[in-house]
């Protein structure tokens, strides 16, 4: 038995109606389109954040074990590789209490960007614990 | 003809297949989407996780940097709340960047136990650390007692705040110390050692004759020692004095002195009060022996073990050995010169569960004053040679040098020189407790992430 979707009392489309259907049907699969390249985009940036992500702990780990005062840490711009891209990594130093002269807490910021869009950002406070050299401790 | 026909008429089903194709087209997309997402979720989830650590360690970093500035700068930040013994809770900062932290601290057996709960948007993340204290600032050469009373001594009791001022020291004294340091009595040296040498000198006396060299003279229950007859009892011999009596404490009331030329041991169910004991050989104390305001000179050894309970001044020419859950009670001096010892011997010992609250003074060039692993101090620890502490200090510690060993077995040997320490001749995972700063300065002995 043949089988097609009509409408009651008719046996099947005329060519016109094909032609509207597949028109109906091409403006439903734009947003399709649009969500699949969607996706791509989606995928890119995770992988981009996790890679940005990685690097921001990265350094942030690394500072920790500096054996210097935290007094020391400097600001800080380098560019860095990964999965093929360039990232753009800052590193921002500034004094948590500026009315104490002799605080030695500092506030690092590291944020991660790739084309000037921040994509990693951690902060935290470097004192006497993190950063004390080990052969004083 | 065949294509125009099939062309022409309506029974096709393009419709069918273009939806079916769409729908497929459409799951997978929505597949690969969620999974993107989820990737960049799980990714979002892992930062803010980690800044939520970052927050919570940089609220213990914030806490102790509170802690450490001086008692009254400390008190006037309302968000900061001192607890008994040391403790303290703390909410450091609140900042729509950083986030917010939550800092609980407390003080166990000489180390400070800091938790402090990261919160980052919708993240939060417990930590906690145990922190001790960091060795080169714990250990200076030289005298740095210093204030405005000097001590003497007077007839046996020492006369001066240097008694008292121990006593107040209090556990978790890092957060006090910068104002107990300028309020320090000055201990007058020459003073201290002129009225002690005084005080040897006059406990010689010439033997009554009430007994000889190598007999044994028993105080017990049925022939206590009786100062109403005599106030100094001379005896040549060793002197037992001993409450033998099960459930019945014997109280031996002073004013009053025992001397012997050998040792004097206190031992069972007894209770001096205000006595003075003198000996040219070891002073014991032993099996629950209680000592209230007693005074003590051994040219020797004194040895408080077994569970005694000392309270009242020590000196020694010798050593002195506080061992075995023996209990010296607050606002004690101990005054050792350690004679006779080489530097890598024990000179006051605190080990074995012994609890000592007071002043401990190792007037002595060599030897080491050693608090063991389950021993507790509380107070002034003042020498000129060595220390090797393993248990509980507060207070103060003032020394020559840091010896240690990293095993019972091994010789001391000095860990501290030019202001570093050799970790390899320390035992392992070896941390000083905070109550040996002399400033305030932390270093970490532990670190856990909880949840």
């Known amino acids: 038995m043949k089988r097609s979707i009509t409408w009651p009392g008719r046996d099947g489309y005329t060519i016109l109606e094909a032609l509207i259907g597949l028109l109906v049907i091409s403006l439903m699969a734009m947003p399709i389109f649009r969500l699949l390249t969607t996706e ?76 000037e869009r921040r994509l990693a950002h951690l902060q935290a406070l470097f004192g006497g614990l993190a950063a004390a050299p080990k052969d004083t401790l | 003809m065949g294509c125009l026909r099939s062309f022409k008429n309506n029974s096709g089903s393009v419709a069918v297949v273009a939806v079916i194709l769409m729908t497929f087209l459409a799951s997978m997309v929505l597949i690969f989407a969620a999974r993107s997402t989820a990737r960049f979720k799980h990714v979002r989830n892992f930062e803010g996780e980690r800044q939520a650590l970052y927050t919570a360690e940089s609220g213990i970093e914030f ?10 700068s400390v008190l006037t930040d309302t968000s900061l709340t001192i607890l008994d013994g040391g403790s303290f809770k703390y909410n450091p900062f609140s900042d729509s960047l950083f986030g917010a932290s939550e800092v609980v601290s407390e003080y166990v057996s000489g180390y ?17 650390v145990k922190l001790g204290s960091r060795l080169p600032n714990a250990f200076r050469a030289g005298l740095v007692l210093t204030g405005e009373a000097p001590v003497t001594v007077e007839g046996g009791t020492v006369q001066g705040p240097i008694r008292s001022k121990a006593g107040l020291i209090p556990p978790g004294a890092f957060l006090e110390y910068e104002k107990l340091r300028d309020s320090l009595p000055k201990l007058d040296e020459k003073v201290f050692k002129d009225a002690m040498d005084s005080i040897f000198r006059a406990s010689q006396k010439i033997d009554s004759g009430q007994s000889k060299i190598g007999e044994l003279v028993a105080y017990n229950s049925s022939n206590p020692p009786d100062f109403r007859k005599d106030s100094l009892l001379n005896h040549v011999g060793n002197v037992l004095i001993n409450g033998d009596r099960i459930g019945q404490v014997l109280v031996v009331e002073g004013p009053g002195i025992v001397e012997s030329a050998q040792g004097i041991q206190v031992s069972g169910n007894i209770q001096l009060r205000n006595v003075t004991l003198v000996a040219q050989g070891d002073i014991t104390f032993f099996d629950n022996a209680k000592l209230i305001n007693c005074t003590v ?91 090797d502490i393993r248990g509980t200090v507060n207070g103060t510690v003032i020394a020559r040098d840091f010896q240690s060993r990293a095993g019972e077995t091994e010789p001391f040997q000095a860990v501290f020189r030019d202001g570093k320490i050799d970790y390899y001749g320390m035992p392992p995972d070896y941390a000083a407790p905070i109550g040996l700063l002399i400033e305030p300065d932390f270093a970490i002995a532990s670190w856990e992430v909880l949840e």
């Open chain 2, 63 to 72: 806490a102790c940097y509170e802690a450490r500035k001086p008692k009254d």
């Open chain 2, 297 to 387: 000179l051994s040219f020797k050894r004194v040895h408080i073990g077994n569970k005694s309970d000392f309270d009242g001044t020590i000196y020694c020419q010798g050593t002195v050995e506080v061992l075995d859950e023996a209990k010296v009670q607050p606002y004690t001096l101990v005054y050792c010169l350690g004679r006779g010892k080489a530097s890598n011997q024990q000179v006051v010992t605190l080990d074995g569960k012994a609890t000592m609250a007071g002043t401990i003074i190792s007037d002595c060039s060599s030897g080491i004053t050693y608090v063991g692993f389950e021993a507790a101090f509380s107070g002034i620890l003042f020498t000129k040679a060595s220390v």
């Open chain 2, 112 to 128: 400070l136990w800091v938790t402090s709960k990261g919160h980052y948007k919708t993240f939060s993340k417990t930590l906690r």
């Open chain 1, 40 to 115: 791509k985009r989606l995928s890119a940036a995770a992988r981009d954040k996790a890679s940005a992500y990685f690097l921001a702990v990265s350094e942030m780990e690394r500072l920790k074990t500096v054996q210097a005062p935290a007094q020391e840490l400097m600001d800080h711009e380098e560019d860095s590789f990964e999965n093929g891209k360039s990232f753009h990594l800052v590193r921002k130093v500034k004094p948590r209490f500026l009315e104490d002269a002799e605080n030695p807490l500092r506030e690092v910021t590291v944020e991660v960007y790739l084309h």
